[in-house]
């Protein structure tokens, strides 16, 4: 299993309105934990400025099975390409002006696996009491009894939702996407 790339032939996902009612929304005041240990405020850190966070499902670990079905989830697949996007692109985005996070519903400690063996030089928050996406109503799929956050990504600015990729796909042009947006 290569995690590094998305299979051919996967479902695609379609846009199911899902996320229509985000733009212009006020980012709640909700602490998540981040893979530095600091605990973060989007809410704060989005006050003085554009902040990116990518959401995904989970991300994947060499050698350790994908739950059942998960090719057959429209957008389930790709984690790790678009974590690897927009590590790519991160000197980018910070002359850009933009913090960048990593988002899902995965433990810290799950999350700072991927961190380290993917070398992100970003944090990954934790969202795994799903108080955040809770708060904004951001489309969920279950997993093996887990509760997932669908991929899409937000840009926030000064407090607000400015702009939301969804669905998003392929996973790896994600970060292009976003870096073109905020050039235009």
């Known amino acids: ?3 590094q790339r998305v299979p051919e032939g996967l479902p695609v996902p379609v846009n199911d309105g899902a996320c229509d009612h985000l733009p212009g929304v006020v980012v709640p005041p ?3 934990r981040a893979t530095s240990g600091l605990e973060i405020r989007l809410d704060q850190v989005s006050r003085d400025g554009r902040v990116v966070v990518y959401c995904y499902p989970m991300t994947g670990r060499p050698g ?5 079905g998960w090719d057959a989830i429209p957008g389930a697949r790709g984690c790790t390409p678009q974590s690897c996007g927009f590590r790519d ?3 980018n985005l910070t002359r850009l002006g933009v913090r960048v996070f990593g988002l899902s519903t995965q433990t810290t400690d799950y999350q700072r ?3 380290e063996r993917l070398h992100l030089p970003f944090d990954v928050l934790s969202d795994e009491g799903l108080l955040f996406t809770n708060a904004l109503r951001l489309p969920t799929f279950v997993a093996e009894g887990n509760v997932l956050v669908k991929r899409l990504t937000l840009i926030l600015a000064f407090g607000v939702i400015e702009k ?3 669905p998003v796909f392929p996973p790896a042009n994600n970060a292009t996407e976003v870096v073109d947006w905020l050039t235009r």
């Not at 350790?64 to 059942?68: G, R």
């Open 1 to 3: 299993m290569d995690l």
């Open 30 to 32: 909700i602490g998540l």
């Open 64 to 68: 350790v099975p994908l739950p059942d």
């Open 89 to 91: 692109h991160y000197a």
């Open 113 to 115: 696996e991927a961190v």
């Open 164 to 166: 939301v990729f969804y």
